[in-house]
């Protein structure tokens, strides 16, 4: 079966640093996309970044820009977020979730980590 | 970046009942669009793509149409495990965004 499942995260002090890990199992990793999304209580989706399967191509959202950084060791399966300088406006539950690239969605999701910014 | 306006935000209905969520691009995306049922406490599932393509495994009492600015998600005779907030989300142009839900309860 084809799972992903997130890591890391937990409570950090306004400024601090966490970083999340993605692991896949089941499907060819190094094939597939990997987006971060993350999602306030009760709220909506909101996007953080992607990297290519070949980490030759990365995007974030202006928000995280110079302060989160994504990499992936497809050896391990996996993709990390580095998440520094955080914001209590960063507080979320964050998603790892695969896209093969060819305009199916993104079909694989992992079950988030909570993420918690506060002093 | 695009944003996707989805309405309603909240929707009333019963079992048997036929559902329609509308989602609005502020500019043309092709059919680069995808929804996604969440059911509290789990993550999204992608239920359709492409703007109409069904997911493997998605009943077929899920549809979706549209293209360019203008999408709707139809659900055809609703049963009791739909009742859950579904998203659109387009996957044209980076930043990807998404729609700001519609809950459809009971």
């Known amino acids: 079966q084809e799972h992903l499942v997130e890591s890391g995260g937990g409570l950090a002090k306004p400024g601090g640093s966490l970083r999340l890990s993605c692991t896949a199992s089941?499907?060819?990793?190094?094939?597939?996309?990997i987006n971060w999304i993350r999602q306030v209580p009760g709220k909506g989706l909101e996007w953080v970044s992607y990297?290519?399967?070949?980490?030759?191509?990365?995007?974030?959202r202006d928000s995280v820009k110079g302060r989160f950084i994504v990499s992936r060791d497809n050896n391990k399966r996996a993709v990390y977020l580095q998440m520094n300088n955080l914001r209590v406006e960063d507080t979320a539950t964050y998603y790892c979730?695969?896209?093969?690239?060819f305009g199916e969605g993104m079909d694989v999701w992992g079950q988030g980590t909570t993420v918690a910014v506060s002093s | 970046a695009i944003q996707l306006t989805q309405s309603p935000a909240s929707l009333s209905a019963a079992v048997g009942d036929r559902v329609i969520i509308t989602c609005r691009a502020s500019r043309g995306i092709d059919r680069d669009l995808a929804w996604y049922q969440q059911k509290p406490g789990k993550s999204p599932n992608l239920l359709i793509y492409g703007a109409s393509s069904l997911k493997s495994g998605v009943p077929s009492r899920f549809s979706g149409r549209g293209s360019g600015t203008e999408f709707t998600l139809t659900i055809s005779g609703l049963q009791p495990e739909d009742f859950a907030t579904y998203f659109c989300h387009q996957f044209n142009t980076y930043p990807l965004t998404f729609g700001g839900g519609t809950e459809v309860e009971i």
């Open positions: 979730a695969r896209d093969s690239g």
């Open positions: 990297i290519g399967g070949s980490s030759r191509t990365i995007y974030y």
């Open positions: 089941g499907f060819t990793f190094s094939d597939y996309y």
